[in-house]
């Protein structure tokens, strides 16, 4: 019995002693470094491309211990007739615990102008800014890119309850989980990069004026290509398609769809500022409600615009 | 029998796990006058890797890279530990976020 004992133990300290000086060797031999006088920097070093693209989010995360605030602007404006403008603002507070997650809270406003909107029912005229929903964001980056996979994805969680509705400015009670896979990747290294996002969002509204509750969801599918032109500086191209459903969160009944396209740029203020800006119009679409029409602006409007600060400490 | 049968696998499991730790590689890098010294690191794959970065200069420099998921302020005339996980072959850019010219690399192979 100790004599087994003494072996086995005997076993597992060689086996730690034979691995150590491996181990050993293996860093004398490799830990070699060098002043390499021809490494030349390269004024496009790598970058994050979490803000790169404008509506479609890269799969960076930023580093472990990271801090940031920002501020996020999008909004929405036309529909077929009168005024329309609403804007949804975010300010967030994120952090990333470790290498692989990022976690954010945010607070958010709403702003509406509606007047005279025929949608095909008329909306409320209505003018509002204020407070209306809190949100939370996970994300969890399932690959990084680079030499261990050339393509970046991230799955990311967004939860959000609301008190006002941001597409017509109503007192409601909607509770929204927003849902996306976001990919990305490197064409030319460090300089033109393509990324894409699918996105689910399903949303329970129940309204104050005694309408009865809404079950909606959507799906969205976006692609996109951004190309530094100078290391701190870059302008893209997006397109997104959008599908509405109701009658459930599950894509349940289609009711619409839409293709935007626009540009979006992207600007490095200082190495820890940035701005990102885009633009959608829509080109093309259908709706139930308006089958004769080739856009659809009873579930989405004209116009999406994108507008995002941010700090990192 | 049992109680040493047990007791000789744990031994023999930490035995393996300690010369498996012990593997780390180590690497050194100073920042001096801006400038990463070296610039080029080399490393071997697979392996954990834990560098450290002194800063020589009088004002804080950040190292941050992220392939390596790395980012960690270094301030003047101090010192700081990076454990980075094991690594595929390939080129893993870094630089000084702080001054953004000061750049390195660190070969895994």
Same mark, same amino acid.
């Given at each position: 019995m100790m004599l087994k004992f003494f072996w086995l133990s005997s076993l597992g300290i060689g086996a730690a002693v034979a691995?150590? !000086? !491996?181990?050993? !060797? !293996?860093d004398a031999q490799?830990?070699?470094t060098t002043a390499n006088p021809n490494f030349v920097p390269n004024a496009f070093h790598e970058i994050g491309t979490d803000n790169l693209f404008g509506f479609t989010e890269g799969s960076d995360i930023g580093q472990p211990g990271e801090k940031e605030l920002e501020w996020e602007t999008e909004m929405s404006a036309r529909k077929r007739d009168g005024r329309y403008f609403t804007a949804e603002h975010h300010l967030a507070f994120?952090?990333?615990?470790?290498?692989?997650?990022? /976690?954010?809270?945010a607070l958010g406003g709403i702003s509406t102008d509606i007047k005279n909107v025929m949608n095909p029912e008329p909306f409320d005229n209505?003018?509002?800014?204020?407070?209306? /929903?809190?949100?939370?964001? /996970?994300k969890y980056l399932i690959l990084n890119r680079g030499p261990e996979s050339p393509i970046g994805l991230t799955f990311v969680v967004e939860p959000e309850y609301a008190w006002i509705d941001d597409g017509d400015g109503s007192r409601v009670r909607k509770f929204a989980v927003e849902t996306r896979l976001q990919a990305d990747a490197e064409l030319i290294p460090n300089r033109l990069y393509?990324?894409?996002?699918?996105?689910?969002?399903?949303?329970?509204v129940h309204?104050?004026?005694?309408?009865p509750t809404e079950h909606e969801s959507s799906l969205t599918f976006t692609g996109a290509l951004s190309y530094r032109f100078f290391p701190k500086f870059a302008l893209g191209a997006e397109v997104q398609y959008m599908r509405a459903y109701d009658e459930g969160i599950g894509l349940n009944h289609f009711t619409g769809d839409a293709t935007y396209v626009g540009p979006s740029l992207w600007w490095q203020i200082s190495p820890k500022m940035f701005l990102s800006l885009a633009w959608g119009h829509q080109v093309r679409g259908h709706s139930r409600e308006t089958p004769s029409d080739n856009l659809n602006l009873v579930d989405f409007s004209r116009d999406i615009g994108k507008a995002k600060f941010e700090y990192e400490f | 029998m049992r109680f040493a049968k047990y007791t000789a696998v744990i031994f023999l499991a930490l035995g393996v796990s300690f010369g498996a730790s012990a593997q780390e590689a180590t690497l050194s890098v100073t920042i001096k006058n801006k400038h990463f010294s070296p610039s080029t690191l080399?490393?071997?794959?697979?392996?954990p890797i834990k560098i450290t970065v002194h800063n020589a200069d009088p004002v804080a420099a950040e190292f941050e890279s992220r392939t390596l998921r790395v980012e960690k302020v270094v301030p003047p005339g101090g010192t700081v530990v990076i454990n980075v996980k094991p690594l595929a072959p390939g080129n893993y850019g870094f630089f000084d976020d702080f001054n953004q010219s000061n750049q390195g690399v660190l070969i895994a192979k």
């Open positions: 691995l150590l !000086a !491996a181990g050993a !060797a !293996a490799n830990l070699k994120g952090y990333n615990p470790n290498d692989r997650m990022h /976690f954010e809270v209505k003018r509002f800014n204020g407070l209306g /929903f809190v949100s939370t964001e /996970f393509l990324g894409s996002n699918i996105i689910y969002e399903p949303e329970v309204p104050k004026n005694g309408d | 080399n490393a071997p794959a697979k392996k």
